[in-house]
């Protein structure tokens, strides 16, 4: 794996960022024998806080995978992660359960709001579940950073695509989660929509200081991301810090990055 910068960041002059997640020899493999899979080969990766991440690659390179491993979903047959701090496989089924509900937040393709919850029930969900109470500030930064004000008391039903996605994003980040995991978070929406929700999740990391890693299989998608993990058979090819369009262009089709 390759590692470029241009420099210091606008987000983090004042020293090394802490970092959100990491994942050191982590391998998957699905199946036996003469079915089996390598899905992740070895993957080293940290993730820093406080930044938009987009993991990209062709289908099948072990992007989703690589993200349900990170999140605690799917346990690797190798190696290591570490969420805020905290190894994976020291806890147990129960405490990993916990431990994913306080700390890692999610935003799926299909949005998973609870069609009888209206948006605000849907986001304050985590929140209940956790025993946790609400913090009006908090909620109040929250629906204002992603424009919902006035979908509050709407069902899902009652709410366009775009709309449902920002209600999951209010959900995935009102408890401050040490990461958000974003699988093809726009995968169902058109190009208006998706770009309205894109523009959201950066806001979340611009403004609410949310660390946002999201897998996509578009350029477009990317493009709204600081950074991004080309992933390639199983393995990091690069983690480009904040590439251009042609430096990306040029890492998904398996060049050298050009600067
Ligand atoms: P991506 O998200 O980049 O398309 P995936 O992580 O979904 O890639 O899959 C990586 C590889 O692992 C693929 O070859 C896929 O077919 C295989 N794979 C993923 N999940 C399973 C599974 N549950 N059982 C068997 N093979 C799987
Ligand atoms: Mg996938």
Redesign the pocket.
Known sequence: MTQTTFGPTPHHDSGPAETAASARGLC?T??RGDAT?H??RGVDLDLPDGRFTAIM??????????M?CLAGLDTPTEGRVSVGGVELHSLDDTALTVFRRDHIGFVFQSYNLLPMLDARQNILLPLDLAGRSVDTGRFDLVVDTMGIRDRLGHRPHQLSGGQQQRVAIARAVIAQPDIVFADEPTGNLDSEASAEVLGFLRRSVRELGQTVVM?T?ELDAAAYADDVVV?AD?VVREHLVEPGTDRLVAALRGEAAVR
């Open positions: 998957r699905y199946g899979v899905a992740l690659g062709a289908s099948g390179s072990g992007k989703s995978t690589l349900h897998v299989h992933l199983g």
